[in-house]
């Protein structure tokens, strides 16, 4: 490896190759461990009475836990992280996420078509928001262009959709493409999502 000019003036610091992992704190340890386990179809790596670490795919841990009994509940009129999102690389995959979780007592909050992506929220026990979504571009410089557009602009929001009909569309043998391409609705404000 070569070793980079730790002195050397740049434009921009050095960019990390990947998000690695996400702690969320909580209260409720046990049961934020069996929600997550269930929506990410994971597996816990390390638990002890303090903290939880679980995985779902070659990292050693994308979630972890950190119990912390005192706290009081999530205030939603406070600043800070507002949601978590996870990938899938189909829009079936997604689908049948929904479809897997909706059959474990897990129901959206939110099914959106953003535009750059489709996506169906979620609330974990706690009240934190969970996003699962698919790109709808082939590429990361078509969604980039796509969020250019005086379009984007009128609604950087996106369009509600039905996920059953969205399934039923698949089934019928629509294809990603269209289904993923947006309806255009004008412009629209965010969601109140607290009180989902």
Aim: proline share 8%; aromatic share 10%.
């Amino acid at each position: 490896m070569d070793i980079p000019d730790f002195d050397a003036s740049t434009t921009k610091v050095q960019s990390p190759s990947a998000l690695a992992h996400i702690v969320l704190r909580t209260s409720n340890l046990h049961a934020m461990e069996e929600f997550f386990v269930t929506f990410l179809g994971g597996k816990v790596a390390h638990r002890n009475d303090v903290l939880s670490f679980i995985t779902y795919d070659e990292e050693h841990h994308r979630l972890a836990l950190f119990a912390v009994p005192e706290m009081g509940p999530k205030v939603p009129s406070s600043y800070g992280l507002e949601h978590v999102a996870f990938a899938f690389p189909t829009l079936s995959e997604l689908m049948l996420g929904y479809r897997q979780r909706k059959a474990r007592g897990i129901h959206p909050i939110w099914c959106v078509n953003h535009g750059p992506t489709t996506s169906i929220y979620y609330k974990d026990p706690d009240g934190n928001v969970i996003e699962t979504q698919v790109d709808n571009f082939d590429t990361p410089e078509e969604a980039t262009e796509f969020m250019s557009t005086g379009t984007f602009a009128k609604n950087p929001i996106g369009t509600d959709f039905d996920p059953e009909e969205m399934i039923r569309r698949l089934r019928a043998g629509e294809q990603d493409g269209v289904l993923k391409k947006r309806k255009e609705i004008g412009p629209r404000g965010p969601p109140d999502l607290d009180s989902a």
